[in-house]
């Protein structure tokens, strides 16, 4: 089954605790993209890659760190977490970038 | 970069009315326009879409419009039934590889 599949579903965690949160896809899409989805504010672009190795900034960076050494996966780093991270982050990945994104079925993340 | 305007944040219907959700874009060089749905508990998952050069789109019964003068785009459901409560999303490109999701609706149908 085609998929994206992000790890954990929910995490809580203390500020200050680095962490990562896993996204693999099996559909051999080229573009990958973080969200984070907070209530009012629709679906914020955190992080995109356009291939292996290639990353770029999206509208709301601040804080996170992203890595793409294969196509299949792209995690999401907090270095240092901080309670305004708090959110319902999504990962979603393209074969064309632009056309039919493929999203994870999210991770909630509460940071106390 | 592109912005995109959603309208309305929350919208309530009796089951079989009709349910009209607008958008607009703010960058002309935009040419591709997706509507996603989020159930509860889920990803946004892509529904319809519709290209620059096609005016509407239908699909039993969703369709979208897009009226590129304006630089506006709407979802239209039709006959709408308790499955298709969820929070809808549109996107916009702005000529990028990247969507750019307006603010989303929350629709609710009332048995």
């Known amino acids: 089954e085609a998929q994206v599949t992000q790890n954990p579903r929910y995490l809580i965690t203390v500020t200050g605790k680095k962490l990562t949160v896993t996204c693999s896809q099996n559909?051999?899409?080229?573009?990958m993209s973080w969200y984070r989805q907070d209530p009012g504010l629709g679906l914020r672009q955190i992080y995109y890659?356009?291939?292996?190795?290639?990353?770029d900034k999206g509208d709301v960076p601040e804080g996170y760190k992203v890595s793409r050494k294969e196509k299949r996966n792209f995690p999401l780093i907090l270095e240092s977490p901080s309670p305004n991270q708090t959110s319902l982050y999504f990962c979603?990945?393209?074969?064309?970038?632009?056309?039919?994104?493929?999203f994870g079925s999210g991770t909630r993340l509460t940071v106390v | 970069g592109e912005n995109v305007e959603q309208h309305p944040s929350t919208l309530s219907v009796q089951e079989g009315d009709s349910a009209v959700i607008k958008c607009t874009y703010s960058?002309?060089?935009?040419?591709?326009f997706p509507w996603y749905k989020q159930e509860l508990g889920k990803g946004p998952q892509l529904i319809i879409d519709?290209?620059?050069?096609?005016g509407e789109k239908k699909d039993q019964r969703i369709a979208v419009t897009l009226n590129k003068t304006a630089k506006h785009f709407s979802l239209h459901i039709t006959e709408t039934q308790p499955e298709d409560s969820a929070v809808y999303f549109c996107?916009?490109?702005?000529?990028?590889?990247?969507?750019?999701f307006g603010r989303g609706t929350s629709l609710i149908v009332h048995p």
């Open positions: 979603a990945s393209s074969s064309t970038g632009l056309y039919g994104y493929t």
């Open positions: 559909m051999n899409h080229e573009y």
């Open positions: 890659s356009m291939n292996v190795e290639v990353t």
């Open positions: 960058d002309s060089a935009s040419n591709y």
């Open positions: 519709i290209r620059s050069n096609v």
């Open positions: 996107a916009g490109s702005g000529g990028s590889y990247i969507p750019t």
